[in-house]
């Protein structure tokens, strides 16, 4: 079973940067599928960036992270990471990295029920 520990969370001001790890438990073995999701507080989970491949990623953001956000896979230790820039409040949540080694093509990339692997999730709190 693939287990997934995030990292990297926070608390910190508008127009800040943070960078988001997502690591495997399984010694040399990277998901071909992975990506990031985010809970706000009374909303569903949805898709914020997602990475499929080894060293060729094929990614695809949500429309509103796109140009702040980039995702990047290093295949080699198993590590998933989100770099975040010009944090703004409503991109505070909970956010999850998923895994998977089968996603239904680029339409499933950022929907949920497409993954199922999950980590705990990692808060970070944006504040005006």
């Known amino acids: 079973q693939v287990q997934l520990v995030e990292s990297g969370g926070g608390s910190t001001q508008a127009g800040a940067s943070l960078r988001l790890s997502c690591k495997s438990s399984v010694d040399r073995y990277t998901p071909f599928y992975m990506a990031w999701f985010r809970q706000i507080s009374g909303k569903e989970r949805e898709g914020v960036a997602a990475a499929a491949g080894r060293r060729n990623l094929i990614k695809r953001y949500a429309h509103s992270v796109e140009g702040r956000f980039t995702i990047s896979k290093d295949y080699a230790d198993g590590t998933l990471s989100l770099q975040m820039t010009n944090l703004q409040p409503e991109d505070t949540a909970v956010y999850y990295c998923?895994?998977?080694?089968?996603?239904?093509?680029?339409?499933?990339?950022?929907?949920?029920?497409?993954?199922?692997?999950w980590g705990q999730g990692t808060q970070v709190t944006v504040s005006s």
């Open positions: 998923a895994a998977d080694s089968d996603v239904p093509g680029e339409s499933a990339f950022l929907t949920p029920t497409a993954y199922r692997y």
